[in-house]
């Protein structure tokens, strides 16, 4: 009776254990036909609203977020699963790519948002804060693009980096932010052209003022750890600055979350989405890239006429329209 029992037993196990590999087949097969995509940086402002609008638009999104409180809040949306992800720490960026590869689903986008913001005169902000905004903006992007980029690879995929306006435009008390922003923008043309010959699409995304919590959190540093002394010569005009910004009302950055699954689904997706919230604030970054152009163009042997240069604008401008 008891050999009996044994083996029922073991033809139970046998059946149940036979019915979960099946069952867990065919969530493999459903995953793998779902686009998947990482956002870093996903817990709130920005990324949050790009992982949302990316699973809205039916990718599963693979959420990097540092605290157990953000986890758990991502973890309650459709299509994400939150990922401990710090881009400061290479442990959890290698962890994270071994969950991805493990989940079976591969990995076809990577939109590295991470981001942090310092402000403050240049001459005088002190080399370890902007050290660490480098490792957040720029050595974070390039730790989690190189570990995932076999994935991406692999994919055929796509790749988005949350630059900013910054990157291209010259405001003051922002310069290391600005600084570690035109390196986002570098990077991004670098990686573009070695990636194009596996198929994979780089772009970045540009957005402009709009409402984010690196920007009150910074004003609240500002005004809590008095980022200027009484004696520096900025202190007058740096506080006013940061009264002025403070002020500021901003919207939220809708439309910089629908751009990413623009950038993540077009067929032959832009180099760049620049996103800004009026025309105000399109003028500003086009009067700056045109007065750029305008001092690389002068005084030297090989200047070009303004009608040279308004035929090349001519052709640049019709190879965006193809």
Not at 216 to 221: K, V
Not at 297 to 303: D, G, I, P, R, T
Not at 306 to 319: P, Q, S, V
């Amino acid at each position: 009776m008891i050999a009996r029992t044994a083996l029922l037993l073991c033809f139970c196990t046998i059946v149940i254990s036979t019915e979960n590999a099946v069952a867990d087949s065919v969530v493999s097969d459903e995953a793998a036909e779902q686009k998947a995509v990482l956002v870093t940086g996903a817990s709130t402002g920005i990324g949050r609203k790009i992982t949302e609008a990316l699973a809205n638009n039916g990718y599963f999104v693979y959420a990097g977020a540092r605290k157990q409180r953000d986890l758990d809040a991502l973890n309650a949306l459709d299509n994400v699963q939150s990922i401990r992800l710090d881009v400061t720490v290479q442990e959890e960026i290698d962890a994270a790519v071994e969950t991805v590869r493990a989940e079976g689903r591969g990995l076809y986008g990577l939109v590295n948002n991470a981001g942090v913001l310092i402000t403050g005169p240049s001459a005088e902000v002190s080399i370890d804060k902007v050290q660490w905004l480098f490792d957040v903006n720029v050595f974070g992007v390039y730790r989690v693009t190189q570990a995932f980029a076999p994935l991406i690879i692999e994919s055929r995929g796509r790749i988005v980096n949350v630059g900013s306006i910054a990157g291209n435009i010259g405001i003051e008390f922002l310069g290391p932010y600005r600084m570690s922003k035109h390196a986002i923008e570098a990077y991004t043309d670098a990686l573009a052209t070695e990636m194009q010959r596996f198929g994979v699409h780089v772009s970045v995304v540009a957005p402009g003022d709009y409402a984010s919590k690196i920007w009150t959190g910074d004003i609240a540093r500002a005004r809590a750890a008095e980022v200027v002394d009484d004696d520096s010569p900025y202190a007058e005009d740096y506080r006013a600055w940061i009264d002025a910004v403070a002020s500021m009302e901003l919207e939220e950055p809708d439309a910089v979350a629908n751009t990413a699954p623009r950038a993540v689904s077009e067929k032959t997706p832009s180099r760049r989405y620049l996103v800004v919230p009026n025309e105000g604030e399109m003028a500003w970054v086009t009067g700056s890239a045109i007065e750029r152009l305008a001092e690389l163009n002068a005084n030297h042997a090989y200047s070009y006429s303004k009608e040279a240069l308004t035929e090349m604008l001519h052709r640049a401008m019709a190879e965006q329209k193809k």
